[in-house]
């Protein structure tokens, strides 16, 4: 047997060798890959999944395509629907956890089902915060103020089942406290609102309060963390305020379509792991006050369930309805 043909035939052997994944891992991908967003331009769930795909390398761009509308649904449903195939993905925030009871038997997809965890990216820490004009300056004392005066402390959020309602509604669970909800439509009325006096109290991630803070408008009790963030030191972690161990954040998580090959998912989630472990990606997050992680897709799914568990417990307790 000739040299030539003896390589044709060990080529050929290890060609049949290889696995499905080691030969789709030679020619994916191909093409861009289209990364949905279900949130505006430039808010903060965009920019940290534009800066977390720059640092990730994978041989083809990513096309960030925000598709915002109807809690974060509309793009879940897109990518949900999506061909599995190692082109399009999805990020997420808490609010996907919080959806899958609060629109419960509504849905034509299936918020868990429908999709293989990639990474939870990064997380932001929520922070609490209250007007001048409450007479505490610690979560300790604003405990206590608001079992003396049961139903007079008013919070806004952006509206009715988002993170600041119902990490809100968390907080009076287990504090034992009785508030009263105001919804917005959107954040900035609700802030303006806290500055002005008109409400009490409003929970969000520190980079849409820290000015207001730190201009002394408004003043910030904790931070739902067990260590203090990184972009927002100043502020203590609700335990160090005397508070119980309330941990809630608005956290980053990449998915993929159900049924995408898993040495993709693998590959991404590697690629995630490593970019949030870049001090230039990691500082820029610091100045966002977001703690970068980057977990594994096994770790991924059990955080995401956890969350499903902790916000379906809240929401039906609460009794919290959304409209269709």
Known sequence: MSKLTRRGVLAASTAAMLTPGALRAQTWPSK???????????????????????????????????????????????????????????????????????????????????????????????????????????????????????????????????????????????????????????????????VAGNIQLLLDVPIGVMSQVRAGKMKALCMLSKERVPGAEEVPT???????????????????????????VDRLASEAGKAMKDEALRKRLAEQAVVPVGATPADTAKFLQSEIDKWEKVITTAGVKVDS
């Open 238 to 264: 609700i335990v160090e305020s005397g508070g119980p161990p309330i941990e809630s954040s608005s956290w980053v998580m990449f998915l993929a379509p159900a049924g995408t090959p898993q040495d993709i």
């Open 32 to 194: 861009p890959i289209r990364w949905v967003v279900p949130y505006t331009a430039g808010g903060l769930t965009d920019v940290v999944t534009r800066l977390t795909l720059e640092k990730m390398a994978v041989g083809q761009n990513f096309v960030v395509d925000n598709k915002p509308g109807a809690n974060s649904l509309i793009g879940a449903e897109m990518v949900a629907n999506a061909t599995p195939d190692g082109y399009t993905f999805l990020t997420v925030i808490a609010a996907h956890a919080a959806n899958k009871t609060l629109y419960a038997g509504r849905l034509k997809f299936d918020l868990v089902k429908g999709f293989a965890p990639i990474s939870l990216v990064a997380i932001a820490p929520i922070m609490v915060s209250v007007s001048n004009s409450l007479p505490v300056k610690n979560m300790a004392e604003f405990i206590a103020y608001a079992k003396q005066n049961p139903g007079k402390i008013s919070f806004g959020s952006s509206g009715v089942g988002a993170a600041a309602h119902l990490t809100s509604e968390l907080i009076k669970q287990v504090a034992g406290i009785d508030m009263v909800h105001v919804p917005y439509k959107g954040t900035a009325p609700a802030l303006a609102d806290l």
